[in-house]
């Protein structure tokens, strides 16, 4: 496999060149960048060649901080203390802290959020949440999930995942997408299946939002139909907030956002601030139709993702993340469409807080911008994710992103993209 190269970039070229000679290219989602990374702060992103990006990917929506956020890594020292790293045969305070801290960040919002399973990745916690609901009716074998979702790649999140499923058991109903259809429309197909599949279904599991898929934001009373219709037919809701929880959306989680109360929700990402953690917090009895060992394995809950999760909801409490989101969203969102006016081959924004999708004309055009915002102006750039669904830029920046920092990456883009054919 050719590694990609940029031009005027010897070091970070010869670092490419090393991975692309060693590593598996299925390790790494394609990105026509290849940054090579040197050091990050804050919002931006340093290359091997002293070249300075703004980050508006955060990673991909984990370090919502930012980078190297000074409380934050003060405060995980501290939390870290002198505990071991691993603690799967052992009990730490700090988890301890970390799963009351989870639940008490969500009980006003969601009362039935009572009792905490730690996984070590987004994926494992998607699983362990279905997991639950699969344990509770052992009867119960069908699952339902929204189409074109993305909840991981792995075990029963892959089966969930878009469009289609090799699990015979999984059954994809309808999100608003292009087209927003009347609620009776969605009403009826979840009828449909429940007069299918009487006593016989689990869960229903969803995003908040499509993200992967080229972000798609639907209008409020979607998921309450979708929570209405799990209550009268006793299916767990599961709402899948790996990506959207800690701020994305202009509230800590975006069940408030869409003002509904799920069974269990499933956090990733931005618990740990780059630290790998994921959690499901829900009801105490789905949780607990795990027994010992169903739900365990050796990284999940150490103590270092549950001292990067308590030092992140400091953080938030501190400085107020959540209400620094909601207001600079306007800002963003005003400067998206601007580059719909000013850009033909920019199509469309979607989003809210701060996690949009900008949907271009095409994938070639995608790319293209994506290169040329990482080219930049005068050593200055902005860093993308690859193009989602082919042709959608997702913006989705560090969470203490400021008003100036958004207007200087903009100008960088206005001038950047008059490249762009
Ligand atoms: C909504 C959502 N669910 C689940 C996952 C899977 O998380 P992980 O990659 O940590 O397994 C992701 C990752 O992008 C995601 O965006």
Redesign the pocket.
Known sequence: MTAVQHSGEPKSNTIRQRLAAIEGIGQRTYTPTQVVVKKAKGVILETLEGRKLYDFTSG??VTNLGHAHPRFETLYQQYCGELPRSSYNMVTEVEVEASERIIRSMKHGNPKAEKVLWAA????G?QKAMWCALHKHPDRPIILATRYG???K?GL?GDTTGCQSSNPNVRFISFPMYEEKPESFYQNELDTLAAEFPNKIALLIT?PYL??AGSFHPPKWYHKLLQRWCEAHDVAFIF?E??SCHGRTGNMYAFETYDVQPDLVVL??GLGNGEPA?AVAGRADLIDALTYGEASDTFSANPRACAAACAVFDVFEEEGIVDHCRAVAPVMREKLESLVERFPFAKAVRGEGLVYGLEMSDKITAERCVLEAYRGIDGMGVHFLGPLAEKVLRVSPPLIITEKDINAAFDILYRAWQRVG
């Open positions: 991909v929506l990745s987004g994926s494992e998607i993305f909840h991981g792995k999140a995003e993200g992967a899948d790996v990506q990733g990402k994921a």
